[in-house]
């Protein structure tokens, strides 16, 4: 560690022996690392851990520590003393400890701790073909559950929970996957959660595990979330209809503030799981992305074909209130990330905006053999890295979408493959750059594995350049032996109204709407107002 950080280790006097103990969340590449300190050698300002790391770690990786009464510095702060059995608080100004529990918020002094790893498990057994059918749970509030890598005497975690990389880490590979929800369902048919509130969770809210069908989350609120917000299905491909879990809803819901304790969790997470609907939805306030899909890396057998995901704003990943602006603590994350092979998965009519990553991070985000999705009528704004990506995969279609403002670059294409990865066509992408040129296409664009065509590009502070430095006619004339690219497509001002305000409609005479642009309906993105 920094010499400048020698005193919360207690390397310089203050936290001394006190800190070991304690955790040090360690932030790597896209995951968070929870590592128990062993001890501290202050001369070499060096820390062993009880417990391995997922991935090595890199020397400029963020970190906090998190444990120990020496670090109590600020109102709000608490630590659990283990050995003494006593919790030490600091009081945010103005709470009494001895106001009644009648006092309002601001002077009463609350506290919970949480006994249940689990607050409702819905149990079918599918291998009996005997399922929890035709339940509704309306207007309720889950909230205060814990979950941890071991219990407090170092004892794994309960058997029926998931199970992360091995017994000696604390830390998953991704996406926080092995995380339980504090409700759980398997072998449910059409049950139903609507109107209800999840807070206050250690793990994620909502898991529809396996073998769950035609379930339905309606107009849900989770939030403070030590984890993820709905889990939908298992990285595992299930055999027979019975066992696999698919077609189920989330619906009219909002996801905020979730990744409190581990910063790798996503807002909504579908793995082996095909035919569900994630619409109209509020997704916000996350470390890592907001919506991930499938769970098979490159070209494998994978059950996640025929996902709609629409109408839905996912916004404020990973810099939202509560980070340090612009140091974001996780990369490789998007508003939208997917894998695998995923036919009939259609992305439209959403809203991704403000996310940031410490690496790398995008609005569209096609990682690892991707292949059959379709993204159209979306609308992506301020990334870090850009609005789409493609890692590697196989005919996808990314068609009338506006990619707005992104700052290292605009599209990123990381692979050459011998088949058409996508097809990007009737998109705009605009961007306002100082430096002369900006960047419009980052990566890999040297070969004809991909159709680009009748597309509006626009730098409002420069040029459009294409790779190479080149202008759009002598991309679209080809050369060296390659393929013209980006047929009918032009540089033009699309004349949005106020971008400022997030108002993508264009004026009348918006050369996008000569060339057949569809204007995007963004009214109805977001949770829909409710009957009373």
């Known amino acids: 560690f920094r010499p400048a950080d020698a005193p919360a280790w207690g390397a310089g006097g203050v936290g001394g022996a006190g800190i070991v103990g304690a955790d040090a969340v360690v ?42 009464t020496s670090l109590l510095d600020a109102p709000g702060e608490w630590c659990l003393d283990r050995a003494k059995n006593v919790v030490y608080y600091q009081r945010i100004p103005g709470e009494d400890p001895a106001a009644p529990s009648t006092a309002t918020a601001r002077d009463a002094l609350h506290a919970v701790a949480p006994v249940l790893t689990c607050l409702l498990r819905i149990t079918g057994e599918p291998e009996n073909g005997r399922f929890v059918h035709d339940v509704e749970f309306r207007g309720i509030t889950f909230s205060h559950a814990q979950w941890w890598f071991t219990d407090g005497a170092g004892r794994p975690a309960p058997e029926w929970s998931p199970v992360w990389p091995g017994a000696d880490v604390c830390g998953f590979q991704q996406a926080a996957w092995g995380l339980p929800g504090a409700i759980v369902a398997q072998g449910a048919r059409r049950v139903v959660f609507d109107g209800c509130t999840v807070s206050h969770v250690g793990g994620y809210g909502i898991e529809l595990g396996r073998a769950c069908r035609d379930c339905r989350i309606a107009g849900c609120t989770l939030t403070d979330l030590g984890g993820g917000g709905v889990k939908i299905g298992e990285p595992t491909i299930r055999q027979g209809d019975d066992e696999r879990t698919d077609h189920n809803q989330l619906t009219d819901s909002s996801i905020l503030g979730a990744g409190r304790i581990h910063h790798q969790a996503v807002g909504v997470w579908i793995g082996q799981s095909e035919g569900n609907l994630i619409a109209h939805n509020r997704i916000a306030e996350l470390d890592y992305s907001g919506i991930s899909i499938g769970w098979t890396w490159g070209y494998g057998p994978s059950a996640a074909g025929g996902n709609i995901v629409e109408f839905n704003d996912v916004g404020w990943l990973g810099a939202h209130p ?45 990682d690892e053999g991707s292949t059959g999705i379709v993204a159209e009528n979306n609308i992506v704004s301020r990334t870090t890295h850009g609005g789409f990506h493609q890692h590697y995969g196989r005919d996808n279609i990314v068609r009338n979408n506006i990619l707005f403002q992104g700052r290292d670059s605009q599209l990123q294409k990381s692979r050459r493959e011998d088949h058409t990865a996508f097809t990007f066509s009737g998109n705009i992408v605009a961007w306002r750059s100082a430096r002369e040129g900006g960047t419009l296409l980052a990566g890999d664009w040297g070969g004809n594995d991909f159709q680009m065509s009748s597309n509006l590009y626009f730098n409002s502070g420069g040029n459009v350049q294409f790779p190479g430095g080149r202008t759009l006619e002598q991309w679209q004339a080809g050369d060296g032996g390659k393929e013209g690219h980006d047929a009918g497509s032009i540089v033009a001002d699309p004349m949005f109204i106020d971008t400022e305000r997030d108002d993508f409609r264009m004026h009348d005479g918006s050369p996008a709407l000569k060339m057949g642009f569809k204007p995007i309906d963004t009214g109805s993105i977001g949770p829909r107002a409710r009957k009373p």
Do not use: K
Request: proline share 5%; no cysteine; hydrophobic share 40%.
């Open 27 to 68: 932030m790597t590449r896209w995951i968070d690392n929870h590592l128990t300190i062993a001890s501290i050698d202050a001369g070499e300002r060096t820390a062993d851990f009880t417990r391995r790391a997922v991935f090595l770690l890199n020397n400029d990786d963020l970190y906090y520590l998190e444990g120990a």
């Open 322 to 366: 509560g980070t340090t602006p612009g140091d974001p603590p996780l990369g490789d994350m998007g508003g939208i990330y997917t894998l695998g092979t995923q036919p009939g998965t259609i992305i439209r009519n959403n809203f991704f905006h403000d996310i940031a990553g410490r690496t790398i991070a995008w609005g569209i985000y096609f």
